[in-house]
């Protein structure tokens, strides 16, 4: 008995070997929607974290600026899995431009040069309007392009009156205008994750 035991499971190892793998869980509709808010705070912390030290002159400045870009990076990492490598590079490449430019922006309104900040500025709307017509590409259902566009000029709006009011050492307007970015950018990561959700209903349950 004890033999025939022995090469029942010297047969049946091999054979388990040949069986594929299961299929992973499906994400989490509540898991996906706290991960893109995490994501997307970050976004906006980080970014404020850079404004402080930028204008202020602070050593922390390239260090702030690096872990801002990771960000970027991360952003495009969260969307792979449901839209390909490929385009979660290409919107990590957009974010990048994006916190680039609204460095431009931030050096040019400290440095009072009006010249290149509309100019920046005028770059920093482009670069919102390729972010929202490339997210409508991959998602024209349920991201339509009028709403992304909005969604992103809002974005750049509140973080407009976040440095402004931060130039003008308008310390209350400037509590508030953070106040009015994160709110603006929960409402942003919950679009963004009810339209993977809808997209993609088998991969997120």
Not at 25 to 33: M, S
Not at 126 to 131: K, R, T
Not at 144 to 162: F, G, I, N, R, V
Not at 179 to 193: E, F, R, T
């Amino acid at each position: 008995m004890k033999r025939r035991t022995i090469l029942t499971a010297l047969i049946l190892v091999p054979l388990l070997g040949l069986l594929p793998a299961p299929a992973p869980a499906a994400t989490a509709a509540n898991d996906l929607r706290a991960a893109m808010r995490k994501l997307w705070e970050d976004h906006i912390t980080w970014t404020r974290l850079f404004l402080v030290s930028a204008l202020s002159d602070l050593p922390d400045s390239a260090a702030t600026t690096d872990r801002l870009l990771q960000n970027q990076v991360d952003i495009g990492n969260a969307v792979k899995p449901f839209y390909g490598d490929a385009a979660g590079s290409k919107l990590s490449a957009l974010l990048k431009d994006h916190i680039l430019i609204a460095a431009d922006i931030v050096q040019a309104a400290k440095a009072g040069d009006t010249g290149k900040l509309e100019s920046s500025k005028t770059r920093w709307t482009a670069n919102a309007d390729e972010i929202a017509a490339f997210l409508s590409g991959a998602n024209p259902k349920n991201w339509p392009a009028a709403d992304m566009k909005a969604m992103m000029h809002d974005h750049l709006q509140a973080t407009t009156k976040e440095l402004e009011a931060r130039l003008n050492k308008d310390w209350k307007a400037d509590v508030a205008a953070y106040d009015n970015v994160h709110q603006q950018i929960l409402k942003m990561a919950d679009m963004l994750s009810d339209g993977i959700i809808k997209q993609f209903p088998a991969k997120v349950k």
